[in-house]
């Protein structure tokens, strides 16, 4: 199993911060805006994203967890269709009132790692523009 994970300090708030990644629905629009065209609920734990190259990913929520900040997920089905994916994007505080923000995908089959990776680098920038400029 491939195992992606990136990380990025976001100069804004862990709690604004939290506030995006933790809103199930809408968070993949209001990550990456423009990367991320729609985001709708089909269950209150499915989930289903529209990318602006047309992937359409199928996530089922795994864990919510307010305390420690974190999402766990899964992709489930779409046009991307692993056989195995466990997702998780945790919030953590850094210095002087920024934010450390974590994204892990451990996905099967292994070639999808590359794709997936450069996506995740991509829509992270696209994050962090978005978190700043609201700051």
Avoid: C
Avoid at 13 to 34: H, K, T
Avoid at 103 to 122: C, R, Y
């Amino acid at each position: 199993m491939a195992s992606v994970q990136k990380e990025i300090i976001i100069d804004a708030d862990p709690a604004d911060v939290w506030a995006v990644i933790s809103d199930f629905a809408d968070g993949p629009v209001r990550m990456a805006p423009g990367f991320v065209i729609n985001s709708k609920l089909e269950e209150p734990e499915i989930r289903i994203a529209t990318f602006a190259d047309g992937t359409v990913v199928r996530e089922r929520r795994i864990a919510l967890d307010d305390q420690s900040r974190r999402l766990a997920y899964s992709v489930i089905g779409g046009t991307m269709a692993p056989t195995h994916d466990n997702a998780s994007m945790q919030v953590f505080p850094h210095s002087d009132g920024r934010s450390r923000f974590v994204w892990i995908h451990d996905v099967q089959p292994d070639d999808l790692a590359t794709a997936m990776g450069a996506a995740m680098e991509h829509g992270l920038g696209i994050f962090k523009q978005t978190m700043e400029a609201i700051r």
